[in-house]
């Protein structure tokens, strides 16, 4: 789809192939590196792949985009007809995706606005539909951005993790507060706070971890109208049964996404994964 300001995010956004086509958003792949493999998210590696390295503790880390891939991703739109473009991307405090985009902008053929949503996996999808949707009603480059950062807003996202020891690795979380968790055998309740993970709570057992997940999600979204996105990582029971009781739980609900995260995500994150984005129309 050709339109004068055109929508770039990163693969971290997990957004639907149908929706991304439709709404003409492109994404430039974060990488994993899995042994001596590198390896692009969402072409070259399968979430299901990455649970199972992680589960044999196989060596994964990742790597953001080079600033070369968001070049050609922006003459790529510009040759498209773009006369300007936004582009988002995931929270520059847990990746370095932003800088490589914001250094491709200084040379691109058109003017790019590099935005830092503060967000991650669907959170950072909610702003590049409100971003592309904009656009599609004739928005400048300016309202594209400013609809953007509007939703980013009024997003919140939550999740439980089996265990912080993924995130501890990969310098995520804090040691103190992964090895507190540890210690006392607590499951961890998460948050996107200010761009970065932070320890919400510390539940007894996964099943109470999770209804205290329900509860906050369901209190976030209130009765105003909310999109809902639930992610989980080899635990598709619990994403399925998560999603069936907000959707009787939450009066106000619009659109519900059910998705695995993809690697990147998942590397910091392990097996178990549950998490929920509440985003306000």
């Avoid at 009024?154 to 310098?171: C, K, N, Q």
Wanted: glycine residues 8%; negative net charge; aromatic residues 2%.
């Amino acid at each position: 789809m050709s339109r004068h300001v055109a929508i770039v995010t990163d693969s971290t956004a997990y957004l639907p192939p149908r929706m991304m086509e439709r709404h003409g958003i492109t994404s430039v792949p974060l990488t994993v590196v899995l042994g001596d493999q590198v390896l692009e998210e969402g072409n070259e590696i399968s979430a299901r792949s990455l649970a199972q390295a992680l589960q044999k503790r196989r060596s994964v880390t990742t790597s953001r985009p080079s600033p070369e891939v968001f070049a050609q991703a922006y003459r790529a739109a510009a040759e498209a007809g773009a006369t300007g473009i936004v582009s988002l991307h995931l929270s520059s405090e847990l990746s370095g995706t932003h800088d490589a985009a914001a250094l491709a902008a200084k040379d691109a053929p058109v003017p790019v606005r590099v935005v830092d949503t503060g967000m991650v996996a669907m959170a950072l999808g909610f702003c590049a539909l409100a971003a592309a949707e904009a656009a599609e009603a004739g928005g400048t480059l300016d309202e594209a951005v400013a609809a953007a950062e509007k939703r980013a807003s009024g997003t919140s996202a939550y999740f439980y993790v089996d265990t912080l020891d993924y995130l501890r690795r990969g310098g995520r979380i804090g040691t103190a507060q992964a090895l507190l968790g540890s210690a006392l055998a607590v499951k961890p309740l998460l948050e996107l706070e200010g761009g970065r993970i932070e320890l919400r709570e510390k539940v007894r057992t996964a099943s109470k971890a999770i209804a205290r997940l329900e509860e906050i999600v369901a209190e976030r979204a209130g009765t105003s109208h909310v999109d809902i996105a639930v992610h989980h990582l080899a635990a598709p029971e619990r994403a399925a049964a998560l999603a069936d009781r907000l959707r009787e739980k939450v009066p106000g609900l619009e659109d519900l996404h059910v998705s695995e995260v993809g690697a990147v995500i998942g590397a910091h994150t392990g097996p178990g994964l549950l998490g929920a984005v509440v985003s306000a129309r």
